[in-house]
Structure formats: C-alpha cells, structure tokens
C-alpha cells in the first residue's frame, strides 16, 4: 500500500480540508515541518472524520492514499487543535487507523538501539 521507504509517520492535529490534492496537501506537509520525498508520511484527517489521506513521497513523485469509512466514523481517540500540528505515531497504529480500528498508546516501549 505505502513505499516501504518510510522514516517516520506524522498525523496532523488539525481539521483538513480534504478537497484538497497532492498540491495542497505537500503545501500543509511543508508548512507541519515535513518532508515527503524524504520518507516522511504525514496523515490527514477530515473534520468529520470520515476520510483518512496519507502523503508520502519518494525520489520520482508522490503517493497519496486515501480511505473513505462508508459505514461511518473512525473512531480513534483524536482531538483536533486549531493551530496546525503534528504528532508522531509508529507504522504498527498507521495501519490501525486504515483499519478503522481505534487504539490508545497508554506508554510505549523504548526502540532497540545497538
């Protein structure tokens, strides 16, 4: 589904127009702080969260996914803020919230270093 060229995983904290396209959201992506054609996803939320989009990038362009929840809402406990935010989550609850499953990380572990 997304490159498996991914660094790290971003989602936005706040309402997202979802009308908008590539163009649009890499403008949101550079105005959070990140960079997708350097691995990094960022997740768009509409406001009624009905929709999820995922922005990433490689080399030779951009990948946008997106999912429609047909029989209603996500329903991950996601507060949306006004000011424009991010927040880092793993691949392991990226794929949770395509699910539409909803998840809390109540503490995470430390990653494994040498």
């Known amino acids: 589904m997304l490159p498996s060229l991914i ?6 904290q706040h309402r997202t127009d979802c009308r908008k396209r590539f ?7 550079y105005r959070l702080g990140a960079d997708p054609y ?3 996803c960022i997740v ?4 009624d969260r009905t929709q999820l989009r995922a922005l990433t990038g490689d080399s030779l362009g951009l990948y946008l996914v997106c999912r429609r929840f047909e029989g209603g809402s996500l329903r991950a406990n996601l ?3 006004r000011d ?14 395509f699910e539409g499953a909803s998840f809390t990380v109540h503490r995470r572990v430390r990653e494994w270093q040498k």
């Open 79 to 81: 507060t949306f803020v």
């Open 23 to 29: 163009d649009g959201l890499l403008g949101e992506a």
């Open 84 to 97: 424009p935010t991010c927040s880092t989550i793993t691949m392991a609850e990226l794929e949770l919230l």
């Open 7 to 12: 660094r790290r995983v971003l989602i936005a």
């Open 38 to 40: 350097a691995g990094d």
């Open 44 to 47: 768009f939320l509409k406001g």
